[in-house]
């Protein structure tokens, strides 16, 4: 069984957002899809580690804006690499508007929003899947959706040849957002303390 097939699947990316005793909060996920028609239903799967998954799942609304292929690195590191339980991320960041689900829609980088109310929660361990009926909808832009591979492709900067480790050390990069880890060898149970990737996301760099 070869652990790399699931990197063939396509998967679009997404800020999803959520309001909870007027906090707002966001984090990056790449789980939407549209599930039912007749009212359209969708699902998001949220890692359990993310703040925003806990404000979802009490308040039962949140808004998915599309990001497109004009996003920056800087809406991906605010976003996807620290946690809302440390810092807000909306400090200085205003290009939002509030929906109608309370949750905010991110203007910038950005081609649509969709806002839902949760009707189901399912525990799947890591993850919770969350189906939602749309509540609202739209169009911001006509930029192409960023897909998971043109992120790492176009919007990830690209890695630079490591300094040289003082220690003499290994050094192991996270795939998903840079960060280096030096050492002889990652431990298995290794969480990536920027983007919280498994150890499985690193790869050996020197
Ligand atoms: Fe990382």
Request: charged share 20%; aromatic share 10%.
């Amino acid at each position: 069984m070869n652990p790399n097939t699931l990197f063939n699947i396509s998967y679009g990316l997404y800020v999803l957002t959520a309001n909870l005793d007027g906090k707002d909060n966001g984090c990056i996920i790449n789980t939407v899809t549209q599930v039912a028609i007749d009212p359209n239903q969708i699902s998001i799967a949220v890692n359990k580690k993310n703040h925003t998954r806990d404000m979802i799942a009490a308040s039962k609304k949140f808004t998915a804006s599309i990001i497109s292929q004009d996003a920056t690195f800087e809406l991906f590191k605010r976003f996807g690499f620290q946690s809302g339980r440390d810092v807000d991320k909306f400090a200085g960041f205003t290009a939002t508007q509030r929906a109608a689900s309370g949750a905010l829609i991110i203007n910038e980088g950005t081609n649509g929003y969709i806002s839902g109310y949760v009707t189901q929660e399912i525990d799947l361990g890591t993850h919770s899947l969350f189906i939602a009926s749309v509540t609202d909808m739209d169009i911001l832009s006509s930029t192409p959706s960023a897909t998971y591979t043109y992120y790492h492709q176009n919007i990830k900067p690209k890695p630079q040849a490591p300094a040289p480790s003082k220690t003499g050390k290994t050094i192991w990069r996270c795939k998903i957002c840079g960060y280096e880890y030096e050492g002889d060898e990652l431990p298995a149970d290794f969480i990536c303390p920027l983007c919280k990737h498994p150890a499985s996301d690193f790869e050996k760099v020197n």
